[in-house]
């Protein structure tokens, strides 16, 4: 006769439903694909269309990103050129930069054709060009910088290697209040020459616009952009991101490019929801090179104006019982300053619902040591989830002193134990209170068994990992207590070989846990 | 991923993955979903370079995520509008109605490392990795799901103690 695990086998493949078919299945993954990468438009492509548009409406319609009011102390101060820098004609408002060409140095220059008198920023005839081989010429000039924008005008922004040949891309900016919108350039030596780079989208993936490549430098309160190269065993890819920050998660979109000559190929894209804390950030560099201009000043860090707590973790269970899941989480109170210290204060906040409004916000019942949550399980089959808080990451040899809480009406409180006849093990350190422990010293831990009742117990274990001696208390399904039952050492044997002196705490009655 | 290899993988794979998930949710059309969209996360990292070591474990555990989120949606969006009645699910027969009792019967993180195990054939190593527990967890569930499932299904056990314990080591 076959044994259990084959019958299973056997009879779990038979049963399982067959796709329904139909259709070119390849072909509707590809379409699910492209769907997704065009449902991420919005944040990056957004910027890079309305920069590319280039007009005071359009920034308008994109406020949150771009405005075009002055920025008070951004106004770049030009470095003073060599003269005319062999262009053969008159300039002024140079700026410029040091580039690689081959490994060898070089300057980019972005500067304007003086036409009696220096035109203010962001007026008259703007370019870039490039020094290739460091001598202080202009040995190669792109086409006019167009959208250059007052006040601040179009500006040197970084010279990244993007593609990892040794030969820098030029970055040319144009300013608005809160960014950039930031153009590449490519360097060839042979013929000379400064070229827009251009994106292509051979699989429609459609994240960003095809034509000359533009993507945003931005860093505000509800959005942020910027780009950043990645490494790979393959090649480096130059990825551009959009975060949209709606507190407390991000969404983040990137999009994945590969620069080739002036041409940048879109390679893939991908979403992801984050902690605000964790999400991209521009900052003051790209790929590793430097910002110049009014961009040299950009903030490094992310924008945590809307994040309340740091060091947090979260658990999601039904606390309530009306089915949905809630979320508990508790964190540090963020400093005035922004910063997360230890010694903050530590904040519970419950959010039935999970819908991003908390309905309760407290201090944790106690929090003299340490304070998180642990893990969030029906454990007496109530219906609504216990909160098991962990208090104290004590001395060793204990390892976490575990509370239980139940949320009623608007609160939590405390589940307390209650009743019992058998000698009390010593891992019942207060009326809700156990001990987890994994030791030498000893074994204390909690489990469910049987579905719905709840079990502490102490033991040792030998060298062998026998359990030598364990006494349990057993935990009734009283709906406010876990009344714990007489219960000797005599326990069936279906569970109590099933007792396993754990080695660690990655799951509590079902649910996963958090050990902070 | 290259598109030959893709191609290879939805002939060969995607079946018995739908089937699993559907095991696990009770829902063919959504578990057909959530194995392509996982499939899709899939092709998109491996454009952005990254190697996926297992892909049938990774797809699966994706896309049992992926139908948990659904769930919660719809829970959500049964109790904002108590109108909303899902379309009745299609009655299997025979066999299937047995062995997806038998599941339903059991908590949500057995069914998923019972299925993994028995119809897609992971280690239990491979599923610790991919449910990002130990190991011992998944031993652990393993052994109390088999066990609700032959008690549910009346499987016999083979006097051959090897045998029986030989998945759990």
Redesign the interface.
């Known amino acids: 006769m076959p044994s259990i695990d084959d019958q299973l086998r056997t009879r779990m493949r038979e049963a399982a439903p067959r796709p329904a078919g139909g259709g070119d299945l390849m072909e509707r993954v590809g379409v699910r694909k492209r769907r997704r990468a065009s449902v991420r438009r919005a944040g990056t492509v957004g910027l890079v269309v309305v920069v590319l548009a280039g007009t005071t409406g359009a920034f308008v319609a994109l406020a949150r990103a771009f405005r075009t009011e002055p920025i008070p102390g951004t106004i770049p101060t030009p470095t003073q050129p060599p003269p005319d820098l062999g262009l053969g004609f008159p300039i002024c408002d140079v700026m410029s930069m040091p580039i690689t060409v081959a490994g060898a140095p070089g300057n980019a220059y972005v500067f304007t054709k003086a036409t009696d008198g220096c035109p203010k920023p962001g007026e008259g005839h703007r370019f870039v060009g490039a020094d290739l081989d460091g001598n202080g010429t202009v040995d190669a000039t792109g086409p006019e910088l167009t959208d250059c924008f007052s006040p601040v005008g179009c500006e040197a922004f970084g010279a990244p290697d993007v593609n990892g040949d040794g030969t820098s891309e030029i970055a040319v900016s144009t300013a608005g209040a809160d960014g950039y919108g930031v153009w590449l350039y490519a360097v060839t030596t042979s013929p000379a020459a400064v070229e827009p780079i251009t994106v292509v989208d051979p699989q429609g993936i459609g994240n960003v616009q095809t034509g000359p490549f533009q993507f945003a430098w931005v860093d505000v309160v509800g959005h942020s952009g910027g780009a950043r190269c990645n490494t790979l065993p393959n090649g480096t890819t130059f990825t551009i991101f959009g975060v949209d920050k709606m507190d407390p998660n991000a969404n983040v979109q990137f999009t994945d490019l590969r620069v080739s000559g002036t041409t940048a190929t879109v390679v893939g894209a991908s979403h992801d929801r984050v902690p605000i804390a964790d999400a991209p950030a521009p900052g003051n560099s790209l790929c590793g090179a430097p910002l110049y201009g009014s961009a040299e000043n950009f903030p490094e860090a992310v924008d945590r104006s809307t994040s309340e707590l740091c060091d947090e973790t979260s658990l999601v269970g039904d606390l309530d019982g009306d089915q949905v899941d809630d979320n508990v989480t508790i964190g540090t109170v963020r400093s005035d300053s922004g910063s997360c210290s230890p010694d903050g204060r530590r904040l519970l906040v419950i959010d039935l619902g999970s819908d991003g409004k908390p309905d309760l916000s407290r201090a944790p019942p106690d929090c003299t040591t340490w304070c998180v949550p642990f893990a969030l399980v029906d454990v007496n089959g109530d219906g609504r989830a216990e909160l098991f808080l962990n208090e104290g990451h004590l001395a060793a040899p204990v390892s976490a002193v575990i509370g239980v809480y139940e949320f009623v009406g608007a609160d939590i409180e405390p589940v307390p134990f209650e009743g019992g006849t058998i000698p009390a093990p010593s891992n019942d350190l207060a009326a809700n209170r156990f001990l987890l422990q994994n030791s030498d010293q000893g074994y204390y831990g909690a489990f469910c068994f049987e579905g719905l009742t709840f079990v502490t117990w102490s033991g040792s274990v030998d060298v062998g990992g026998t359990l030598t001696h364990t006494s349990y208390r057993v935990f009734g399904l009283d709906r406010a207590t876990l009344t714990f039952q007489p219960v000797d050492q005599h326990l069936p044997g279906s569970w109590s070989g099933q007792i396993p002196p754990k080695t660690g705490w990655d799951e509590f009655c079902g649910a996963q846990v958090s050990i902070g | 991923m290259d ?1 030959v290899e ?2 290879e993988f ?1 002939r060969e794979r ?3 993955l ?3 998930v ?2 696990v949710t009770g829902d ?2 959504a ?2 979903d959530a194995v ?2 996982a ?3 899939a ?3 491996s ?3 990254e190697q996926i070591a297992a892909l049938d474990g990774w797809v699966a555990t994706v896309a049992l995520n992926l139908s948990r989120s659904r769930l ?1 949606r719809l ?2 969006e049964r ?1 904002a509008r108590p109108r909303l009645v899902a379309p009745p699910p299609v009655q ?1 027969s025979g ?2 109605v ?3 009792r038998a ?1 339903a019967g059991l ?1 949500r ?2 069914r998923e490392v ?2 993994l195990r ?2 897609l ?1 992971l280690s239990t190593e491979e599923i610790a990795r991919q449910m990002r ?2 190991e ?2 998944v031993k ?2 393993l ?1 109390k799901a ?1 066990g609700h ?2 008690d549910a ?1 009346s ?4 006097t ?1 103690e090897e ?2 314990h ?2 759990h080591r």
């Open positions: 598109e893709l191609r939805l995607y079946p018995r739908v089937g699993a559907a095991l063919a059309a578990a057909e392509q969209e499939i899709v996360r092709w998109e990292r454009e952005r370079g919660r829970r959500v109790l299997p066999d299937r047995d062995i997806t599941l908590p993180r057995q019972a299925v028995y119809v054939d527990t130990s011992g967890t652990s569930q052994f088999r499932l032959a299904l499987l016999v056990e083979d051959d045998n029986s030989a998945e």
